[in-house]
C-alpha cells in the first residue's frame, strides 16, 4: 500500500526539537511473558517546551500472581534523561535506549527493577494513513511500529521474574495536541514473528471518527479495508471487562481477536486518561498477546480519575483489584 513508511535506525534515538509547547518525543512499549506471568507497559515522552521542559512517564506491571507497580509521573528534563542512545525518565531511572540492533527498557525505581530487551520481527513501520485526520494532523505526525521478542528479568516486590516473551513498541514524534482527543481503542498485538497485528479507532475533538488496522504475515504488511473495535466497558466507564476487534482483510477474510485482560494500569497525562490491559489471545489458532489499550472521554472533561474497577490506580507496589479477581 503506498502509505506504508519504513523508518531506519536512526528513528530510535531522540530527533530534532521543533519550536512549540506541544512538540514531543516519546517512545512506547507493551509486552507478555505468559511462563513468567507478567506483562505491562512503558512510555517515556519527552516534551521539552512545556512547562521549562519535562519527561513523562507511564509505566505498569501486572502479574497473575496480584503484584502490581505503577508509575505516572511528569517530571523536569535532566541531563540523565537527554541521553544519545534513546530516552529517560524520572531522572534517569527510566530507561529506553538503542543497543545495537535492539532497543533495550530499564527501570531502577523502589521496589522494582527491570531490563528488558526487544528484538524486532519485522521493519520499523508507519500504518498511519494520511486519511487518519487529527490523528495524523495533531497527535502522531511521524510515527512507527513494530512487533518482537521480549526478553530479560524483572524483580518486583523482591520476587524475580525471568522473562521470555512477546511485544510491541512503537515510537512517535511531532506536534501532540492532547486536547484533540475524545477516545480511542488501540490494539496492537502478536502470536510471533509469523503474525502480528494492530487496529485503532480514534474519536477526535472535531467530531471526527477513524478506524483503520493492518496484520503482518511474515514480514509482508496487509492493510484491512474495515475494522470493528468493541470493549466491554464496566460500570466506572473507564475499565472494561475486555473486548473484540474484527480486521476485516482484502478478500474477505476477517481476523477475529477476543481480548480478555487479566491486569490493567490507568496512566493520565494532559487531561487524558488512558487504560492499557494486558490480553492473551488466540489468532488463527496460535497463542498470543495483544494490549487493550482505551480512553473514553467523550465530553472533554477533565477531571482527575477517582474511581478504576479494573486498573491500577495506585502509584508504586499494590495488589491486584477486588473487581479484577471477580
Known amino acids: 500500500m503506498p502509505y506504508t513508511v519504513r523508518h ?3 528513528g530510535e534515538l531522540r530527533q530534532v526539537p521543533e519550536t512549540g509547547e506541544w512538540w514531543q518525543d516519546s517512545a512506547f512499549m507493551t ?3 505468559p511462563e513468567a506471568g507478567i506483562g505491562g507497559h512503558v512510555r517515556i515522552g519527552h516534551e521539552p517546551h512545556h512547562a521549562g521542559g519535562i519527561s513523562a512517564l507511564w509505566f505498569g506491571l501486572v502479574t497473575r500472581d496480584g503484584r502490581q507497580f505503577r508509575r505516572n509521573v511528569a517530571t523536569p528534563l535532566t541531563d540523565a534523561d537527554l541521553r544519545d542512545d534513546g530516552f529517560g525518565a524520572h531522572g534517569g531511572r527510566y530507561l529506553a535506549v538503542l543497543d545495537g540492533e535492539d532497543v533495550v527498557f530499564a527501570v531502577d525505581d523502589e521496589g522494582c527493577s527491570m531490563r528488558l530487551r526487544f528484538a524486532d520481527f519485522y521493519a520499523r513501520t508507519d500504518f498511519f494513513p494520511p486519511s487518519a485526520g487529527t490523528l495524523v494532523d495533531d497527535f502522531a505526525s511521524s510515527h512507527f511500529e513494530t512487533s518482537g521478542r521480549v526478553t530479560g528479568t524483572i524483580v518486583l516486590g523482591g520476587r524475580t521474574y525471568e522473562v521470555d ?5 512503537d515510537r512517535s514524534w511531532g506536534v501532540r495536541r492532547w486536547d484533540t482527543l475524545l477516545d480511542h481503542r488501540w490494539v496492537p498485538g502478536t502470536v510471533g514473528p509469523e503474525l502480528s497485528f494492530g487496529c485503532i479507532s480514534w474519536h477526535g475533538v472535531d467530531g471526527s471518527l477513524r478506524q483503520f488496522g493492518y496484520v503482518v504475515r511474515e514480514g509482508e504488511v496487509v492493510h484491512a479495508e474495515a475494522v470493528d473495535v468493541v470493549v466491554e466497558l464496566e460500570a ?6 475486555g473486548g473484540t476487534s474484527v480486521l476485516r482483510l482484502p478478500g474477505g477474510e476477517e481476523l477475529v ?4 485482560p487479566y491486569g490493567a494500569t490507568v496512566s493520565e497525562h494532559h487531561g487524558v486518561a488512558c487504560v492499557d490491559a494486558i490480553c492473551e489471545v488466540e489468532v488463527d489458532g496460535r497463542r498470543g498477546f495483544c494490549d487493550l489499550e482505551v480512553s473514553t472521554n467523550p465530553r472533554a472533561g477533565r477531571g482527575p480519575v477517582t474511581t478504576a474497577l479494573r486498573a491500577n490506580l495506585a502509584d508504586g ?3 491486584v483489584p477486588e473487581a479484577a479477581r471477580a
Not at 165 to 169: A, D, K, P, V
Not at 257 to 260: F, I, P, Q
Open 317 to 319: 507496589i499494590s495488589g
Open 165 to 169: 516473551g512477546l511485544g510491541h513498541r
Open 236 to 241: 466506572d466507564g473507564l475499565t472494561y471487562r
Open 31 to 33: 509486552f507478555h511473558a
Open 257 to 260: 481477536v477476543r481480548a480478555r
Open 8 to 10: 531506519g535506525r536512526e
